[in-house]
């Protein structure tokens, strides 16, 4: 099956441009699509629009923080759940019911209209912006399988998510949001 890879563009070109060269040595993806949110930045959210023009109908994503073996992630892939990556020190405050989609994620383009449920009820606000691979693997059947990552240092800057002060507090709002329209 071939695939189109989404990435986020923000701040990291270098890195960017290692994992382009990364995914080139995978066959199965014939397109690599950007967003390059410097522009507007959509944060998440901006890969599910991007990930939408694709032509393949499966989609591979990942951060611009890191490299990954695609290729183990691909070999479980099988169309019928949401199949994503997970360091293990992040099992405890990223895996279950809303898992990240950054340590590579591969799903079916169709599913990205799950995310109408939540813009039925909220709108696109600063949650879904913020929060969509949140809430979106939270809207899917997944599978989850720990990866070795080689992080890049900007993973750990002071830029990453995870680092800002409202982090948590948006994780919080995002599911208790999903807990409605479940």
């Given at each position: 099956m071939k695939v189109s890879a989404v990435l986020?563009?923000?701040?990291?070109?270098?890195?960017l441009d290692a994992i382009c060269d990364h995914l080139k040595q995978y066959d199965f993806i014939d397109e690599v699509l950007i967003r390059d949110n410097t522009e507007e930045n959509l944060m998440g959210y901006g890969r599910y629009l991007t990930a939408k023009k694709a032509r393949n109908e499966t989609i591979y994503v990942q951060d611009d923080d890191c490299i990954i073996d695609v290729q183990k992630l691909y070999d479980i892939y099988d169309g019928t759940k949401l199949i994503n990556g997970m360091k293990l020190s992040g099992i405890d405050a990223y895996s279950g019911r809303d898992s990240m989609v950054g340590w590579g994620t591969f799903f079916d383009k169709s599913w990205i209209k799950l995310l109408d449920k939540y813009i039925n009820k909220f709108g696109v606000d600063d949650v879904l912006i913020?929060?969509?691979d949140?809430?979106?693997t939270s809207l899917l059947p997944r599978t989850t399988i720990v990866m070795?990552?080689?992080d890049f240092p900007s993973a750990?800057?002071?830029d990453a998510l995870f680092r800002h002060p409202e982090h948590?507090?948006?994780?919080?709002?995002a599911l208790k949001r999903l807990r409605e329209i479940l």
């Open positions: 986020l563009k923000y701040h990291r070109p270098k890195e913020r929060e969509a949140r809430i979106f070795n990552v080689k750990l800057s002071k948590w507090d948006y994780k919080d709002k």
